[in-house]
Each structure stands twice: as C-alpha cells, then as structure tokens.
C-alpha cells in the first residue's frame, strides 16, 4: 500500500513543494512539483508574512495542479542562524521490565533527556537518540524488547526561535496547509542524500543555499553535531553585482550561467557580455575575471564551515568526507575547491533512486524537499538509530500522523 507525503521546502531563494507517493518497502515516487521564487523570507526567516504566504500559496497550488492531489498537511523545512543544538543524556526506570523495553519507555527517556533549561524565546525541534545504554551495558542503537531496569540515552536536541517558528507556521496555515512537522534542512537533507554507510563510518552534509549554510555532522549511523551559518550562494551573487557593477538579478544569472569556483580551470580566452550600470554600449568581461570573484567567496563560506567542523570537535572522525548540496553546489569547481580546503573526499549530492517526476528534482537544490518525503519512513524503527523524535508530539501521536494520507482532489 502506497501512501502520499508532502514537503515544503522554504528557502531564501524559492519555495518548493513535492507531493510523492511511499510505498511500503520506502520507495519514492514524485508525483506533483510546485516551485515558485521565494519572497518574504531572507537567511531562512520570514520577514514578510504576506509576501511569504502568497508564495507558498503559489507553489502549493502548482503542486496540486501537477500531482492531483489536494494539499491539506505538510512536512515543513526550518532553518536560520536561530537555529540550536546540543547534546543532552536521559535517564528512566524501566516500566514493565518483565516485558522488556517498550516504546513508551523509550519516549520517557527522550522527553527527560529534553528536559533542559531553554533560553528565552527558544522552544524544542528535536529530540534524536545517538545512542542507548540499559543497566550500563553502552552502544545499544536499538533497546525495543531488552530486559533491565534502567534506560539511558544520549540524544541531540535540536532548538529554534518561537517568534521564526510561529511565524513560518502562520505562513503555511495561512497558505491552507497543516504542518505536520518542521525539519531542520539538513536534517532532511541528510534523509534524502547520505547512506547508512557513511553515516556509520562519519560524514558531514554541507547544505549552502542562498542566504544560509547548513551543517550536520553524522557519525555512528545518527546525528552528532548541527549548525547553520548566516551565509550562502547570495553573498556571491552580491560581490558579482558589486565588482562588475550589475543589478543584483542580472549577477545571479551571470553566476548561473558562467561562474565558476576554481580560477585556474578557466580558459583565459573565455568572454561574455554584460550591461553593467553606467555603460551604455554592451562590455565584454574575461570569465576568469568572475571566477575570481565567485572562488573567493566560496572559499570563505568553505572556511568558515571548516571552523565549524573543527570547532565540534569531530573533525578527524569524518573518513566519508563531505557531500555538498543546495543551489551553490551546482557552481562548477566548487567540489575541487572544497577537495582543496578541507583535503578529504567531496561528493555533490543529489538525489537518486526516485519515480515519476524524478528528472524535475534530480538537483543538489532539492535535496531539502525530496528529505521531507522521506522524513516519515526514518519513524518505522522506533528504538533504532534511525528513530528521530520530535519533542513536540508523542510517537503515538507521530504514529497516527504518519498513517494519514492525502485525499486526491
């Protein structure tokens, strides 16, 4: 039996929505894609409410036009430099230890494991098990149906602002859609790119989208370490708009269409024309004379995600390398220029392995919104590596949720 999900990725520079049928053994099958620019939103955040809800409207009703299906609940990207994490143990009785560990027990130990003091104006996205200890035996990914008296986890709690949470949230309600649950992006990112392999051996999915840089860190099959950083693709597109003197919109196709992130792989004889500011007449410019700028602001949003990587303490756990996703992963060069910086494996995600509409989302920019279709399948395992808890609703509560398809309209 097949079941339909929703993802609404909303991003600094486009909304996209992805309507996909699961079937039981997890397969994805696009069915229904809606894209639309984004507006009302900078670094991740709303700042306009209008302008953002008209736009996921838009892309909402794109999407139901395309698959069929009417819209009534989604799985909702969430990210921006208000975006926290830290890890926090908890600890619980066994209930019924002559049954053995059950679901319920597993729930009280996340839930006290985000028991934790939060800052004003934070409230909790994410509760998600790194590892489970019963009666001090350690290592256990999966303690469902084990006997003892005392269950420990070690869990990652993810935290963002309540004023960009009831906000993002109004803009969806607002567009007629019930959000089922926001996902950190690269969270969902990781869902959709990343194999159980190299997240067992240590990897690092980098998410540089237009106005953020998202980090997550995997190590040991599950999440160790979050972070997103307040810069992405458009810090390049505003230093093209400054050094060839253009219109921010006429910089970003000029980066599409020609830049490039290593100087030395551009030919000196490669040209293109634009009409900067103050010229009258059309001016032929030396493509290496972009990829100077494009290298090198892509080698400082490089750097500071190497110092990030190095300031969680991980860094020499990470044998899988990086995957690179997000619309700025596309510039050519930048998998060679990364392969540089941080001299470990890099790899452009996108995704793969997915029917129907694939060819539509076969990009590193939608890594985000197919990981939102595969959100749900991650519960099936409770108590396992891949059991990811939100704070905010009981896994029976979850349960029931995840059972609830989509009426075609």
Request: aromatic share 4%; proline share 5%.
């Amino acid at each position: 039996m097949e079941r339909s999900v929703v993802g609404i990725d909303v991003g600094s520079h486009k909304i996209e929505v992805l309507v996909g049928e699961v079937s039981e053994n997890g397969e994805t099958r696009i069915v229904g894609v809606g894209q639309t620019p984004a507006r009302g939103v900078r670094k991740g955040v709303i700042v306009n409410v209008a302008d953002a809800t008209a736009a996921i409207s838009e892309a909402v009703a794109r999407a139901e036009q395309s698959s069929g299906y009417q819209i009534e609940r989604a799985y909702v990207s969430i990210n921006g430099a208000h975006i926290s994490s830290r890890n926090s143990p908890g600890v619980v009785g066994v209930s019924r230890r002559e049954r053995g560990i059950t679901p319920d027990d597993v729930d009280r130990a996340l839930e006290a494991a985000g028991a934790i003091a939060l800052p004003q104006n934070q409230e909790l996205l994410h509760i998600i098990p790194r590892a489970y200890t019963v009666d001090g035996q350690n290592g256990v990914h999966d303690p469902l149906g084990m006997h003892g008296f005392r269950l420990e986890v070690e869990a990652h709690v993810v935290m963002g602002s309540s004023t960009a949470i009831q906000n993002l949230t109004k803009c969806v309600n607002g567009a007629g859609v019930e959000v089922s649950e926001l996902v950190l992006s690269s969270l969902a990112a990781g869902a959709a790119l990343l194999s159980n392999t190299e997240k067992d051996m240590g990897v690092v999915l980098v998410d540089i989208g237009e106005g953020t840089t998202d980090i997550a860190i995997f190590i040991e099959g599950t999440i160790w370490y979050t972070r997103t950083l307040p810069m992405g693709g458009e810090y390049v597109t505003n230093d093209i708009a400054i050094g060839l003197r253009l219109p921010p919109e006429t910089a970003e196709e000029v980066k599409l269409s020609y830049g490039h992130a290593m100087v030395a792989q551009v030919s000196e004889d490669e040209r293109f024309t634009i009409s900067p500011y103050g010229e009258s007449a059309p001016v032929v410019v030396p493509r290496w004379k972009l990829a100077q700028i494009v290298m090198a602001r892509s080698e400082e949003i490089l750097e500071n995600v190497q110092q990030e990587i190095k300031r969680s303490g991980y860094d020499g756990l990470l044998p899988a390398g990086l995957v690179l996703c997000g619309g700025t992963a596309r510039l050519p060069g930048i998998r060679d220029l990364a392969r540089d910086i941080f001299d470990l494996p890099v790899q452009i995600g996108t995704p793969r392995g997915l029917g129907g509409l694939a060819d539509k989302v076969a990009s590193p920019a939608s890594a985000v919104g197919v990981g939102l279709l595969k959100w749900t399948p991650m519960w099936e395992d409770v108590g396992g590596a891949n059991a990811w808890k939100s704070s905010r609703m009981s896994w029976w509560k979850r349960l029931g949720t995840w059972l609830k398809t989509l009426m075609p309209g």
